[in-house]
């Protein structure tokens, strides 16, 4: 699939066919995002592929009931819990190196969106969630002391079309040379 193509036809799907997926794909989504940059290449992130039902029905309470991706993440067959270890990324000798502090969301960030691409390149559907008790989730999957659990993503084969949102134009996001300036 042509890269810019999976850019603007990638939606976020919360309704999930109960069909598995194979270790291959499974295997290569994860392999995409092993490939993301990373603040010089520390590589903080860390993923726990969730396959277990009644460990994904656990991590879907971690939702609050209003969050329209709570079902999703009890149905699709996989959820990928993102993690990240803290104070390794934008830092040095243990202190942030800038004035954005721990880049570790930064990482992930770029991670979950090669893999979010990978995974609709195959077919499958994803949607990013970050809405949930991220501390009660990572006792769900033994995470150690140092780290934490940025985002879940459910990954399965859709049950549903997803939606193209509505996108600013971009001059309205664009400025040449000085904020607010535009041609």
């Known amino acids: ?90 830092c040095f000798k243990g202190e942030p190196a800038t004035d954005k502090g721990d880049w570790f ?16 390149a195959l077919g499958l559907g994803t949607v990013h969630v970050g809405f949930f008790d991220a501390r009660k989730a990572a006792e769900l999957v033994s995470l150690p002391e140092g780290m934490a659990v940025v985002e879940l993503i459910p990954l399965g084969w859709p049950d549903e079309q997803g939606k193209a949102p509505v996108r600013m134009e971009l001059p309205e996001l664009v400025s040449y040379d000085k904020f607010g300036k535009n041609f």
């Open 1 to 90: 699939m042509d890269l810019f193509k999976a850019i603007r036809e990638r939606r976020s799907i919360r309704k999930y066919k109960p069909a598995p997926i194979s270790d291959g794909d499974l295997n290569r989504v994860l392999e995409a995002a092993r490939w993301a940059p990373s603040w010089a290449n520390t590589q903080c992130c860390r993923f726990v592929a969730v396959r277990d039902k009644e460990l994904r029905a656990k991590l879907a309470q971690t939702l609050p009931e209003r969050n329209p991706a709570r079902a999703a993440i009890g149905q699709a067959p996989i959820v990928i819990v993102t993690c990240a270890y803290l104070g390794k990324s934008g």
């Open 105 to 120: 969301m930064f990482d992930v960030a770029l991670a979950m969106q090669n893999l979010t691409l990978a995974a609709h």
